[in-house]
């Protein structure tokens, strides 16, 4: 797998995107799990409301990681 390198002459958005770009590559469902809840982590500025943000984001991706195996044990 190649490695991630954040770009310093760009933009924490443009580093995002290659960040979610490169696990959907390294991962596909995984990457688009990842892509699919990151908006919870993009608005929190605040220390309290990151870490809020950090628990719904990880609370989503832990239940759809969840439902991901679920669907392939049976």
Wanted: charged share 35%; proline share 0%; no cysteine.
């Amino acid at each position: 797998m190649s490695v991630l390198v954040f770009d310093e002459s760009k933009g924490f958005e443009e580093n995002l995107e290659n960040f979610l770009k490169h696990m959907e590559k390294a991962d596909a469902e995984f990457g688009n799990i990842l892509r699919k809840h990151i908006s919870e982590l993009k608005n929190a500025t605040y220390e309290r409301a990151r870490k809020d943000a950090r628990i719904a984001f990880n609370a989503k991706v832990i239940e759809d990681l969840n439902e991901l195996h679920a669907e392939e044990v049976i």
